[in-house]
Nanobody, 122 residues
């Protein structure tokens, strides 16, 4: 089974940037569609961005469109989330997820990472 390990979280000021990485060692990485979700304290987990198994299809939540970019490198078994123009409302734990389908719903996820904290101060 593929395990997912996120990295790259941290604390930044509003307007700053971060790049999250999600490593998925294993030969089956390229068959999965990859998705980033986030969860703020007291809120439900929400969709952020997704990328198809071949990297050609990407889709975003309206709240991050134009600021975040998802990409993947199947040769490195890694998916990335570049986050620019960060806002305090982007503060959350960010989770990497693998799915058999292009999805925005946590219930459709097959595998989860443990999450990485992103904190944006004003």
């Amino acid at each position: 089974q593929v395990q997912l390990v996120e990295s790259g979280g941290g604390s930044v000021q509003a307007g700053g940037s971060l790049r999250l990485s999600c490593a998925a060692p294993g030969r089956t990485f390229s068959r999965y569609h990859m998705v980033w979700f986030r969860q703020a304290p007291g809120k439900e987990r929400e969709f952020v961005a997704g990328v198809g198994d071949d990297g050609d299809n990407t889709y975003y939540a309206n709240s991050v469109k134009g600021r975040f970019t998802i990409s993947r490198d199947n040769a490195k078994n890694t998916v990335y989330l570049k986050m620019n123009s960060l806002k305090p409302e982007d503060t959350a734990v960010y989770y990497c997820a693998a799915s058999d389908t292009l999805t925005i719903h946590p219930v459709n996820v097959n595998l989860w990472g443990r999450g990485t904290q992103v904190t944006v101060s004003s």
